[in-house]
C-alpha cells in the first residue's frame, strides 16, 4: 500500500513521466506494426525475383523502380489511380456540401441528430454487400438502365465510371460529417449580416461560406482520396477490365513480390505529397 501511495505520488509530481508511460504501449504498437510494415515494405521493393525459380533474391537493386517509373503501362495506371481519387474527392465534395448545408442549417434542430445518424449508417454496412449492390444497380437490365431509358440512355455498366460512381458512394460520409460540423460552427449572424449588406447566396457562398468551410472539406478530401487511391476490390468487382495501383500490386503479390512492393510504394508517396499539401489549408488541424 505505501509503495503503491509513493508511486502514485511520483507520477502526480512528474506530469511528463506520467504522460510517457501512458504513450509508451501505443507508440510502440505503432512503430513496430505501422512503421514496420512500411519499412519493409520500402526494404523488399529493392529486391528482385529471380526470373526462373520466381524466387525472392534478397540482393539491393533500383530496377523495380525502374522498371516503374519507364514502363508506359505502369505510369498510365498511376496517372489514372490519382486521377480516379481526384475525381471521387470532387464528387463527394460536390455532393456532401449541399447534403451538409440541409443538415447543419436548413433542417429542423430535432431531425438534426438523426440525420446524421442517417448519414452514417452506411458505413455499418459490410463493404463487399455495399459493392456487390451497385454491381446489381450498373449491370446489364439493372436498376441504373431502368431509370435511364424513359430518356433513350442506358446505364455505365462495368467500367471507370462504375468504379468512380461507387467509390463515391462508400466515401461520402467521410466528406458529409466534416463539412456538416464546420457548417454548424458558423455563427448566423454572418449569414444574416452578408444579407443585409446586399450580398445574393452565391456571393455569400463564396465570401463567407466557402472560407470557413475550406479546411473540412480539405480534412474529408484526405480520407476519400487516400481510400480511393489504395483501394482494389471495387474495381475488381465493378471496373471491368480497368486497372488500378491496388490491382496491379494485387496480381504482382504472387508472381513478382518486390515489384508488388515497389508499386506500394506509390500510393504511400502520394497520400503523404497529399497530406503536406493538405497541410497548408489547415485540414490536418480539423481531423
Known amino acids: 500500500m505505501a509503495l503503491t501511495t509513493r508511486t502514485a505520488g511520483a507520477l502526480h509530481r512528474r506530469p511528463r513521466l506520467r504522460l510517457a508511460l501512458l504513450l509508451t504501449a501505443p507508440l510502440l504498437w505503432l512503430a513496430v506494426l505501422y512503421l514496420g510494415s512500411l519499412t519493409m515494405l520500402f526494404v523488399s521493393a529493392f529486391w528482385t525475383t529471380d526470373s526462373f525459380t520466381s524466387e525472392v533474391v534478397r540482393v539491393w537493386s533500383t530496377d523495380n523502380f525502374h522498371e516503374l517509373f519507364t514502363t508506359p503501362v505502369f505510369r498510365q495506371v498511376v496517372l489514372r489511380s490519382v486521377g480516379v481519387a481526384l475525381a471521387v474527392t470532387v464528387l463527394c465534395a460536390v455532393i456532401a456540401f449541399p447534403v451538409a448545408f440541409f443538415t447543419a442549417r436548413v433542417a429542423r434542430p430535432r431531425w438534426r441528430p438523426l440525420l446524421v445518424v442517417a448519414?452514417?449508417?452506411?458505413?455499418?454496412?459490410?463493404?463487399?454487400?455495399?459493392?456487390?449492390?451497385?454491381?446489381?444497380?450498373?449491370?446489364?437490365?439493372?436498376?441504373?438502365?431502368?431509370?435511364?431509358?424513359?430518356?433513350?440512355?442506358?446505364?455505365?455498366?462495368?467500367?471507370?465510371?462504375?468504379?468512380?460512381?461507387?467509390?463515391?458512394?462508400?466515401?461520402?460520409?467521410?466528406?458529409?460529417?466534416?463539412?456538416?460540423?464546420?457548417?454548424?460552427?458558423?455563427?448566423?449572424?454572418?449569414?444574416?449580416?452578408?444579407?443585409?449588406?446586399?450580398?445574393?447566396?452565391?456571393?455569400?457562398?463564396?465570401?463567407?461560406?466557402?472560407?470557413?468551410?475550406?479546411?473540412?472539406?480539405?480534412?474529408?478530401?484526405?480520407?476519400?482520396?487516400?481510400?480511393?487511391?489504395?483501394?482494389?476490390?471495387?474495381?475488381?468487382?465493378?471496373?471491368?477490365?480497368?486497372?488500378?495501383?491496388?490491382?496491379?500490386?494485387?496480381?504482382?503479390?504472387?508472381?513478382?513480390?518486390?515489384?508488388?512492393?515497389?508499386?506500394?510504394?506509390?500510393?504511400?508517396?502520394v497520400i503523404v505529397l497529399y497530406l503536406l499539401a493538405m497541410r497548408r489549408t489547415g485540414a490536418l488541424s480539423s481531423l
Not at 484526405?222 to 480497368?242: A, H, N, R
Open 119 to 269: 448519414i452514417l449508417t452506411p458505413l455499418w454496412a459490410s463493404y463487399l454487400v455495399k459493392v456487390y449492390a451497385w454491381r446489381l444497380i450498373l449491370s446489364e437490365g439493372g436498376l441504373a438502365d431502368w431509370m435511364l431509358r424513359p430518356f433513350g440512355l442506358t446505364g455505365p455498366g462495368y467500367g471507370l465510371t462504375a468504379a468512380v460512381l461507387t467509390l463515391t458512394y462508400l466515401w461520402l460520409p467521410y466528406m458529409i460529417l466534416p463539412v456538416h460540423t464546420a457548417l454548424e460552427q458558423v455563427p448566423a449572424n454572418l449569414l444574416d449580416a452578408s444579407a443585409d449588406l446586399g450580398a445574393r447566396a452565391g456571393r455569400t457562398f463564396r465570401s463567407v461560406l466557402l472560407p470557413m468551410v475550406l479546411p473540412s472539406v480539405a480534412a474529408g478530401s484526405v480520407f476519400t482520396f487516400s481510400l480511393s487511391l489504395g483501394d482494389y476490390i471495387t474495381v475488381q468487382i465493378v471496373g471491368g477490365k480497368t486497372q488500378l495501383i491496388g490491382n496491379l500490386v494485387y496480381s504482382n503479390i504472387e508472381l513478382n513480390l518486390p515489384m508488388a512492393a515497389a508499386l506500394g510504394t506509390v500510393p504511400v508517396a
